[in-house]
């Protein structure tokens, strides 16, 4: 049975949040390029100028978690909450053929971004987020989510059956790959979420509400959620 998805007081039936888009260089950026599409423009040209720099100094340059965007954000003045159904690494990824490359380098380091997160102004709170807590936000920002690419798709590549494209939106034959995307915008009555994909070139990519839910609670992604508030 499908959740219905409320109009709040105020809220309209569409929304579409413009942004600029950036497509990752690199097969670990996918967060940092969401990153880039909320930043005001001042911000977004510093890191641009100093990418390495930047990702270096704050000690991800290879890889990044969600906490890392968030101290990336803090960085640059951007008002957000991290929302996430486990504080730091979680242990059973250990087997994850995803996790398992990164983990040796990354645990502690992650691990210790949680424990100082409040001492350094970076807002988490533990908590499942619902579909609608999400697209209520979208009235005061765009959100970054951690979705498992194997199964996101798009409306638009399909409908449009451009092949090169189209094989970016598809399932990857592996069985968990995480990648992050920016949530710009919603049409409830269609039950459709707009988001830019940092995986392929300047575009608005659309999918039905429960291949968000799919994607974002799949094993693996924590339901890390970011609320920017611009």
Known sequence: MRRKLALKPGQP??????????KQRFNWDCGISCVLMVLPKKHRQHLV???????????????????DL?????RYEMNHIYYTVTLGVHPGYKGNS???????KDESR?????????????????????????????????VIILTNARLLNC????????????????????????????????????RKVYYRNPSFVDRVCIMSVDTLEE??????TDEDVIFVYT
């Open 155 to 190: 409306d638009v590549c399909k409908f449009n059956k451009i092949s090169t494209e189209l094989r970016k939106c598809i399932p990857l034959p592996v069985p968990y790959q995480g990648h992050y995307v920016v949530l710009c915008g919603y049409d409830l009555a269609a």
């Open 70 to 74: 968030c101290y990336l954000l803090k």
């Open 49 to 67: 100028r100093n990418f390495v720099k930047v990702c270096k100094e704050e000690g991800f340059y290879g890889s990044t978690w969600t906490v």
């Open 215 to 220: 994607a974002r609670k799949s094993y693996g």
């Open 98 to 104: 995803f996790y398992h490359h990164i983990l040796n």
């Open 13 to 22: 039936e569409k929304l579409h949040i413009q942004l600029l888009h950036f």
């Open 110 to 142: 992650v691990n210790r971004r949680f424990e100082t997160a409040q001492s350094n102004g970076v807002v988490i709170e533990r908590a499942s987020i619902t579909c609608n807590n999400i697209l209520d936000h979208l009235m005061n920002g765009p």
